[in-house]
């Protein structure tokens, strides 16, 4: 009678094959764990970017009419769209004081920031809206 002390070859093959399987598997997650924090890196990156372009709009840029756009360096690129909403009319008489109201614009805002990324279009859109007194 013989006796069994060991694994065949057989049993040592699929036992291999399963590990090299699980590894491969463990290998594919962590590569697409990477992926994506390199995916929201680069997205709070062009919010941040979309934000300070919000920010300067009307303190150091006067609002127009119309859409801008340019480089924002880093493979970032972004575009202002601005459109006059609605316009108060102007004050028929002057306010106590003999003050004279300007007019008022509520000028729709969309701040985009765009890149590309492992070969794919990615975007980020800022809405607001800015009232503003026309001058002149």
Known sequence: MRRDDGFTLLEVLVAFVIAAMALGLLFEAAADGVTAVRAAGRTEEAVSRAKSHLA???????????????DDGDG???????????????AALPAPGGIRPWP???YAIAVTLSWTQDGRDHEVVLRTERLTARRG
């Open 76 to 90: 970032y690129r972004w575009r202002i769209r601005i459109a006059p909403v609605a316009t108060s009319a102007p």
């Open 104 to 106: 008022l614009t509520l």
């Open 56 to 70: 300067a709009l009307g303190r150091d840029v006067m609002l127009a009419d119309g859409t801008f756009e340019g």
